[in-house]
């Protein structure tokens, strides 16, 4: 497509202009909340790499919000806690156990959604799911990781 008939066009800084500049990027990211792609421009069809603010991040996972199900299986008496967001569940006698086995569950799980990545990427059904998981991640404690899942 022509330039011209361009509505939004990305600024694009090559790999080298970001090393050379880095500083006075990471400044307009961080305090402008500018979007900056970088990419290796002598390259045609090169990946790229997007750099954004931590407080941008935050803002546009704000929307992704967890909605846990809390069930009684009537066979075995168990609680269940279903994280439908991201097909992940924990079961137990109690509803505070189920929600141990909930929390253990999607510890595992985000580490196996990051350890396979490339996988995840590919798969429209997995790549849905990349921002919960990033928003799990923001997570630093057990009880920030509670709060998050609602229990």
Known sequence: MDKENLIFQ?????????????????DNVIYNFDIVKSTNKKKRHSDSAVILAAKLLEGILYAY?????????????????????IDVSGSGETKEDAAASLLEAVQRSTVEYFSNIDLNMRLDEQKTKLPYYMKIRQCETLRDLEDLLLL
Do not use: Y
């Open 65 to 85: 919000t967890f909605k846990p199900v809390v069930q009684r299986d009537t066979q075995t008496g168990l609680q269940k806690i279903t994280l439908n967001e």
């Open 10 to 26: 990305d600024t694009v800084i090559g790999f080298r202009e970001l090393r050379n500049n880095i500083s006075e990027v990471f």
